[in-house]
């Protein structure tokens, strides 16, 4: 059974801040995928790493897949309000046909 | 803007029950995952389907829960009987076979007394 931890699992910062959440597993995945969601949503795709080692930035969030494909982590630089939510990774294997996720970081930015 | 709709919303009912959830996939897409969330498990897969067909319905009570696609698109959860241990939301996905990416519905809260 493949398991992706995460952590923190909750983090609460002031605006401005910046934060580190880790996504991890003794297996390796062909993708992994972030997301987030908000409260009464489903979770929303904000980014999808497919290469060991590859970095993508999507404004002041900054995503990494781990060399051997098994971790990954986000980064956002000056956390904003706006950034509250749940954040999930989920780990793909090829041919799988699904998803793993994790238990999600709660991510709360006090104004 | 292509959606992934799920209906009702919101669901109150006393246990015993049936619940009958269901999910429009957003219109392509051949695969369709249900999932139940509870703050104590996290999101946790019950079902999926490729092309309408059931391809893994292990994380599922096999005796209360069943899921159906009886065409491209609608996808039916149903529980009978409910029980309180139910109350959860429900979350349909749809999604490309090949493609890691799932588009998730709003989700059904449902409560059962």
């Known amino acids: 059974t493949q398991l992706l931890e995460q952590s923190p699992q909750f983090l609460s910062i002031q605006e401005g801040e910046n934060l580190t959440v880790y996504c991890n597993s003794s297996s390796v995945f062909s993708s992994l995928q972030w997301y987030r969601q908000e409260p009464g949503e489903g979770p929303v795709l904000l980014v999808t790493?497919?290469?060991?080692?590859e970095v993508k930035k999507l404004k002041r969030l900054t995503f990494q897949f781990g060399d051997a494909r098994k971790d990954s982590s986000l980064h956002i630089t000056a956390a904003q309000p706006g950034d509250t939510g749940l954040y999930l990774c989920?780990?793909?294997?090829?041919?799988?046909?699904?998803?793993?996720f994790g238990d999600g970081t709660t991510l709360t930015v006090k104004p | 803007d292509a959606r992934v709709t799920q209906t009702p919303r919101h669901k109150v009912t006393e246990m015993g029950q049936e619940v009958t959830m269901r999910c429009q996939p957003i219109?392509?897409?051949?695969?369709v995952f249900w999932y139940r969330q509870t703050m104590m498990q996290g999101l946790e897969l019950l079902a999926y389907f490729r092309n309408r067909a059931p391809l893994d319905d292990s994380g599922m009570p096999k005796d209360r829960f069943s899921a159906e696609m009886p065409d491209a698109t609608l996808a039916t959860l149903k529980i009978q009987p409910s029980e309180p241990r139910d109350s959860a939301v429900y979350f349909c996905?749809?999604?490309?076979?090949?493609?890691?990416?799932?588009?998730f519905g709003p989700g059904t809260r449902l409560t059962v007394l």
């Open positions: 790493v497919v290469t060991g080692g």
């Open positions: 989920a780990g793909a294997s090829t041919n799988a046909g699904k998803s793993t």
């Open positions: 996905a749809s999604g490309l076979s090949g493609a890691d990416t799932q588009y």
């Open positions: 219109l392509g897409h051949n695969t």
